[in-house]
């Protein structure tokens, strides 16, 4: 055996015996420790698959090309992977269980990261829920055109209705623990849309005589646009979360996330990288920013799709969301009393109505959020995914790992640390060409 597999037998021992010293989890307003990682498992892959994979094509493949395209999707999908799997090995340290990633960061550096990932999670969970928001919203829209080439509401009607229902539907389900019906419709929806979707693309697709695979732009915006895409690569593949998701887990937490992870990065991955790989094969550099909008076929197809979509991101804003509400939950509910008693419902409404009612009206001031996620999500999630586990990796394992490792994840660190700069700055470089297009309340 060499030192690796003994470095491995020595953590998964040091996780099991982790978990077995482990007394109480800590205090939440939400269910810990309760969901079996089959339930985890269809919850990222159905999540991961909502209705922002139809923009994959555009945002990915266009500006990078066949050739560095597949190989960006693969090199950092791969890469994800391993940073999740690290990652769901430190929700145990000595005995102590870990449901958030700013304590862990806390726990291990001081609490200096534990505001600075506070920071980096926060704004990026909440300008992410504004960006599902303004998705429901021109699906909507998209579904209305479906019957008529023009439309007299505005889009800002759209996002306001999809505002609502994201509420309703947080203050029904309070917590990831409680989707569990939820999540077989979700598959359902899921499955459909996306073989709708596949069917329709394939056949554009095979009539599209000619296809052009152009990377359009000067030199300077082919750079700039691929470092957009290799971070949209990056935001499609990780939460940001997953101490947050883990904690839904129970006994052995560590290996059930695993598992889960394998379904999100084997099924889930092979899905929304299909749709991206099959809308750009069927349209070019032509593939609309939504895919749906250059398809043909029935109308009844189209309905469907969209519907699925709108009804999808209802699912899948409410994960990722999630670490916010259980902030809000556990600051001002009775922690003492039932999450369904009186007195808590009525400040869980309290608390979802102001949040939602924020972010819609944002959503629909802005309807070029896109930009911002980017922008925000670029360097954020960056050390989130990939710099922070290595961090941990080297000041927990750093006397008994070997010379390799160590120096595998200080390369880690660097590497991904220059990415995020460059990533940051052709975001920012979008957003300030963008806003000039744009107006605040635009109907588009």
Same mark, same amino acid.
């Given at each position: ?234 935001? %499609? +593949?990780? *939460?940001?979360? /997953? &101490?947050?998701?883990? #904690? ?5 937490? !560590? ?29 070019? %550099? +032509?593939? *609309?920013?939504? /895919? &749906?909008?250059?398809? #043909? ?5 189209? !309905? ?141």
């Amino acid at each position: 055996m060499n030192h690796a597999e003994v470095l491995n037998v020595e953590m998964k021992c040091r996780n099991r015996k982790d978990e077995e010293m482990l007394e109480e989890d800590p205090a939440s307003a939400h269910v810990i420790g309760s969901d079996s990682w089959m339930q985890v498992a269809l919850l990222l892959v159905t999540s991961y698959n909502c209705g922002w994979i139809l923009s994959f094509s555009n945002l990915m493949l266009v500006p990078l090309g066949w050739k560095w395209g597949i190989v960006c999707l693969i090199l950092v999908g791969l890469l994800s992977a391993y940073a999740n799997w690290l990652l769901a090995g430190f929700h145990y340290i000595e005995g102590k269980r870990f449901i958030r990633y700013r304590d862990l960061m806390g726990h291990v550096f001081g609490k200096k990261m534990y505001y600075i990932t506070w920071v980096f999670q926060f704004p990026l969970f909440i300008l992410g829920n504004m960006g599902f928001i303004l998705l429901g919203g021109k699906a909507l829209k998209e579904l209305l055109l479906v019957f008529s080439d023009t439309t007299t509401m505005r889009l800002q009607y759209f996002i306001i209705i999809t505002g609502v229902a994201y509420f309703i539907f947080s203050f029904v389900v309070p917590n990831l623990s409680s989707m569990r019906i939820w999540l077989g419709v979700s598959a359902i929806l899921t499955f459909s849309y996306i073989v709708a979707v596949l069917v329709l693309t394939v056949n554009d697709g095979k009539s599209n005589i000619k296809i052009n695979y152009e990377i359009k732009g000067s030199t300077i915006d082919k750079v700039f646009y691929a470092f957009g895409a290799i971070s949209a690569i990056m935001l %499609s +593949n990780n *939460p940001g979360m /997953l &101490p947050e998701i883990q #904690s839904t887990l129970r006994k052995p937490a !560590v290996k059930n996330m695993r598992k889960a992870l394998c379904a999100q990065f084997s099924i889930g991955l092979i899905v929304y990288y299909g749709v991206t790989i099959v809308g750009y094969w069927a349209f070019g %550099s +032509n593939v *609309p920013d939504y /895919l &749906p909008k250059a398809l #043909s076929g029935p109308k009844w197809v189209k !309905v469907l799709i969209n519907i699925a979509v709108c009804l999808l991101n209802i699912f899948s804003q409410h994960m990722f969301l999630q670490p916010v509400h259980e902030f809000l939950d556990t600051k001002f509910l009775k922690l003492d009393e039932g999450i369904y008693s009186r007195e808590n419902l009525k400040r869980r409404f309290i608390l979802r109505a102001l949040l939602f009612t924020g972010n819609t009206f944002v959503a629909a001031a802005i309807p070029f959020m896109g930009y911002f996620i980017g922008l925000l999500g670029s360097f954020t999630l960056v050390s989130l995914t990939f710099i922070f586990p290595s961090m941990i990796f080297i000041k927990i394992k750093g006397k008994t790992a070997s010379v390799e490792h160590k120096a595998m994840h200080w390369a880690i660190i660097f590497v991904f640390s220059l990415l995020g700069v460059a990533t940051t700055i052709s975001a920012f470089r979008l957003v300030i060409q963008s806003v000039s297009y744009y107006h605040f309340f635009a109907d588009q």
